[in-house]
Each structure stands twice: as C-alpha cells, then as structure tokens.
C-alpha cells in the first residue's frame, strides 16, 4: 500500500542534496511571489523558460526542412509539424516536471540512475546532438548575414564566432535579462512571418486539410526523409536537459502546493511558448507551399532560392529582406540557448565544469570547420545538404533523451506522489515508441 502524500505545507526537500545546482549561477534567482489568488503575478514570474525552450524549436535548422517540405509537397506536412508540436508539448512538460520535483536536470538524472559506461555513451550522444544543432544556426546566421550584407559564406561562417561575446554579456546581465532578450527576439521573428503571410496568401482551405494526417508521408521515402528531417529539427533532444535545469531558476517554495503549483505553471509557460514555435514552423512551411509549389517552383529547398524568389513571386518589395531578418534573429535566439545546453550536459553527465565563453568557444569551432570545409568545396548547395542533414542527425538523437525522461518520471521512487498517471505514462511511451518506429525506418531506408 503507497504511503499517503504528504500535507500541502510539508516541505519536500529535493532528492539533488548531493550534486551542485544546475546552472548554479542563476539557480533559484528568480523570486515567485507567495500567497494565494496571484495566478496572473505567477504566471509572469514562471514564465521565461518555456521562450528559451521554444527557440529551440524555431532555429535555422527548421527552415531548411520546412522550406523543402513546402515547396516539394506543398501543404501535406503540415500534418508532420503539428503532431511534432504536440509531442514536444508532452515531452518538455514532462522535462520541467522531472526538475522542479527532484532539483535534477535530466543529464544530472542520468548520472544518478545509469551505470558509468551508459552515462558516458548518452553524454557523447547529446554532444553530438548539439554539434549537429550549433552545425545549424551557424549555416543559417552565415546566410543571413549574406543575404542581407552580401557578406561571403565562408567568412560569414567564421565570424559566428564572435558571438561568444554576446553569450558572456548576456551571462553578465543576469538571467531575467537573458530572457527578454530571447523574447524580443521571438517577437522580431513572428512579426515577420505575420507580414510574409499576408503577402503570400495561403489558400486557407488547402492549410486546414494538410492538417490531416496521409499515408503517403510514410510511404513516400523522399516525403519521409523530409518529415522526418522535420521531427529532428522540430523536437530537440537537447532542450529536454535545457527545459529540465531552467525550471529550477524559480524561487518557489518546496512544499507538496507549491511544486504542485510550480509545475502547474510552468507547463503553461512552455505549452504558450511552443504554440509561438508551431506558428513560426508553419508559417515557414505555408510560406514554400504558397510562394513556390503554389507557382510550379517544386525544387526550392534551398534558403537562397527562398530569399531570392520571395520578392519576384509575392511582388513586394522588402519580402526577401523579412525574410532574411527573422532568419538572422532566429540564429542568434538558438545561440544562447545552445551554450545554455552545452553547459548543462556537460556539467550535469560529468561534472565537469567551464566558463560558459569557452564551452561555447569549443562548440562553435566544431560546428564552424565542417561548415567552412563544405562551403567552400561545395558553394551554398552543399550548406543547406549538411543543414537537412543536421536536422536528421538530431531526431536520430531523440530517442537516447526521450525514453530516460519518460521512465524517470514514471519512477515513483524518484517522482514520489508527482510521478506520471497511468494515462500520462501511456501517451509518453506511445509518443517514445514513434519516435523509435520512424528512426527505424529512416535508418532501413539508408541500408
């Protein structure tokens, strides 16, 4: 017979007492204000996270899938990124969850619950992952600045570089600053796509059916290598340890209410915010399909092709340079939180610790040697290739992050009376299980 929970006030002290605070320098620095009948005071206090989180889900690694899913198959994966919203939806509220009730991020939950040799092969794997999504922003930031400045690509690639600094001021100014400056960023992108949108004039009734589901993604291979791509850029592995730590940056107090309350919010804050990534996804891939396949142009999957062809087919001036502002917005967002990550799995797998400025020093060269390697054999085409490419290399990656968060947060002897209700644990598996499937088969179509 499980032991009754414990009284809402009783404090619940977390099961992380012995490994340092993920992200120490800013955790537990945001204050939550107390008492009762403040929803809207701690809504403002919670959110944050999820905005961090979502840019992730909005980085120029999307672009290029969703650019090449539109243009190729004109609406019909509009079905693939609305099913990929709705299991990161699932997904991060099951990472913050798994933070505020053991004070552990996921890469901290691996190294308590796995042997030396599993952590060390799951650290390798989530390093990967974040070279493959570091390979992405820096080719589009390189593009974007090229479109715009006419810098070269292959200089444009090693200025990104530089950025470092950028991640060292915003350290500095504390993370509430950190925050609105991704969110200011966010507004930036979607006000962009909002104008691009109205330019493009989708046809609404073919948007509404390629919400539904076909066939025909999975037994089209060109289709699924792109839906897959989609998934990969769409549900991240590394913003499961990202949303796991910044949860913790809350000030809320550790009784049964509070975290029940913490989580509470939190999770709307992440669901909000996620629904701002699924806006900007499909408008991407409704832009392609209404710009491009709507006018016989299949074989766009290139961001060049997009910004040159946006302004000629729309017949509006300034169209392509929207379009090549929110892309550069949109890589500098995914800077931050990938040095954010970086740091977090490091720290958390190993304990092993560095200055935010070098980590991500160390992650950027190696996303900028491949990058400049390709871009100056192989020109612009062979960039978006390795773009696509990173795309699947990430939703390789998922299922190694996916199936530990989901079992860890059906461990009631971890979660306590917080662990995941029967229905919860079979839509997590479920969700886990299709992720495996289509990665299976993506692999099968590779042999």
Same mark, same amino acid.
């Given at each position: 017979?499980?032991?009754?929970?414990? /009284?809402?006030?009783?404090?619940?002290?977390?099961?992380?007492? %012995?490994?340092?605070?993920?992200?120490?320098?800013?955790?537990?620095?945001?204050?939550?204000?107390?008492?009762?009948?403040?929803?809207?005071?701690?809504?403002?206090?919670?959110?944050?996270?999820?905005?961090?989180?979502?840019?992730?889900?909005?980085?120029?690694?999307?672009? /290029?899938?969703?650019?090449?899913?539109?243009?190729?198959?004109?609406?019909?994966?509009?079905?693939?990124?609305?099913?990929?919203?709705?299991?990161?939806?699932?997904?991060?509220?099951? %990472?913050?969850?798994?933070? @505020? !009730?053991?004070?552990?991020?996921? /890469?901290?939950?691996?190294?308590?619950?796995?042997?030396?040799?599993?952590?060390?092969?799951?650290?390798?794997?989530?390093?990967?992952?974040? /070279?493959?999504?570091?390979?992405?922003?820096?080719?589009?930031?390189?593009?974007?600045?090229?479109?715009?400045?006419?810098?070269?690509?292959?200089?444009?690639?090693?200025?990104?570089?530089?950025?470092?600094?950028?991640?060292?001021?915003?350290?500095?100014?504390?993370?509430?600053?950190?925050?609105?400056? !991704? !969110?200011?960023?966010?507004?930036?992108?979607?006000?962009?796509? %909002?104008?691009?949108?109205?330019?493009?004039?989708?046809?609404?009734?073919?948007?509404?059916?390629?919400?539904?589901?076909?066939?025909?993604?999975?037994?089209?291979?060109?289709?699924?290598?792109?839906?897959?791509?989609?998934?990969? %850029?769409?549900?991240?592995?590394?913003?499961?340890?990202?949303?796991?730590?910044?949860?913790?940056?809350?000030?809320?107090?550790?009784?049964?209410?509070?975290?029940?309350?913490? @989580?509470?919010?939190?999770?709307?804050?992440?669901?909000?915010?996620?629904?701002?990534?699924?806006?900007?996804?499909?408008?991407?891939?409704?832009?392609?399909?209404?710009?491009?396949?709507?006018?016989?142009?299949?074989?766009?999957?290139?961001?060049?092709?997009?910004?040159?062809?946006?302004?000629?087919?729309?017949?509006?001036?300034?169209?392509?340079?929207?379009?090549?502002?929110?892309?550069?917005?949109?890589?500098?967002?995914?800077?931050?939180?990938?040095?954010?990550?970086?740091?977090?799995?490091?720290?958390?797998?190993?304990?092993?610790?560095?200055?935010?400025?070098?980590?991500?020093?160390?992650?950027?060269?190696?996303?900028?040697?491949?990058?400049? @390697?390709?871009?100056?054999?192989?020109?612009?085409?062979?960039?978006?290739?390795?773009?696509?490419?990173?795309?699947?290399?990430?939703?390789?990656?998922?299922?190694?992050? !996916?199936?530990?968060?989901?079992?860890?947060?059906?461990?009631?002897?971890?979660?306590?009376?917080?662990?995941?209700?029967?229905?919860?644990?079979?839509?997590?598996?479920?969700?886990?299980?299709?992720? @495996?499937?289509?990665?299976?088969?993506?692999?099968?179509?590779?042999?």
């Amino acid at each position: 017979m499980s032991p009754p929970p414990p /009284a809402a006030d009783a404090v619940i002290e977390p099961v992380a007492t %012995a490994y340092q605070p993920s992200l120490p320098e800013a955790h537990r620095s945001v204050s939550v204000p107390g008492g009762v009948g403040q929803f809207w005071r701690k809504l403002g206090a919670f959110a944050g996270p999820g905005y961090l989180v979502a840019v992730g889900y909005m980085d120029p690694g999307n672009w /290029a899938t969703d650019i090449a899913g539109g243009s190729s198959f004109g609406y019909t994966l509009l079905s693939v990124i609305l099913f990929s919203n709705l299991m990161a939806m699932l997904l991060q509220s099951l %990472a913050a969850k798994l933070g @505020i !009730v053991t004070g552990l991020d996921l /890469a901290q939950a691996c190294r308590q619950q796995y042997s030396r040799p599993v952590r060390i092969m799951l650290w390798l794997l989530c390093e990967i992952a974040i /070279a493959a999504c570091d390979l992405a922003e820096v080719i589009g930031t390189a593009i974007a600045l090229q479109l715009l400045f006419g810098i070269p690509l292959v200089l444009g690639i090693c200025v990104t570089a530089a950025d470092v600094l950028l991640i060292l001021l915003l350290h500095q100014r504390g993370f509430r600053q950190l925050e609105a400056f !991704v !969110v200011a960023l966010l507004i930036v992108i979607t006000g962009c796509f %909002a104008v691009e949108l109205l330019l493009s004039q989708p046809d609404m009734g073919a948007v509404a059916k390629g919400f539904i589901p076909t066939t025909q993604i999975a037994t089209n291979p060109a289709m699924l290598y792109i839906a897959i791509g989609i998934l990969g %850029a769409t549900v991240m592995p590394h913003n499961l340890y990202l949303h796991s730590s910044l949860v913790q940056t809350r000030r809320f107090e550790r009784t049964r209410g509070g975290i029940m309350e913490a @989580i509470k919010f939190a999770t709307i804050d992440s669901t909000v915010a996620l629904g701002f990534a699924f806006f900007i996804n499909a408008s991407i891939l409704i832009l392609a399909a209404s710009a491009f396949h709507a006018h016989g142009r299949t074989d766009v999957a290139d961001i060049h092709q997009a910004y040159d062809l946006l302004t000629p087919i729309l017949g509006a001036a300034g169209a392509s340079a929207l379009f090549a502002t929110a892309l550069l917005a949109s890589g500098q967002n995914s800077t931050v939180t990938a040095t954010l990550a970086g740091q977090i799995v490091m720290e958390g797998f190993v304990d092993f610790k560095i200055s935010p400025w070098l980590r991500r020093l160390a992650t950027r060269l190696m996303a900028i040697v491949p990058a400049v @390697i390709v871009a100056t054999l192989y020109g612009p085409d062979g960039t978006m290739k390795l773009l696509i490419l990173s795309q699947v290399i990430l939703s390789l990656q998922l299922p190694f992050a !996916v199936v530990p968060l989901v079992k860890f947060t059906s461990d009631r002897g971890l979660m306590g009376t917080f662990v995941n209700s029967t229905a919860l644990k079979i839509a997590a598996w479920s969700v886990s299980t299709i992720i @495996i499937i289509l990665n299976l088969k993506l692999l099968f179509e590779f042999i």
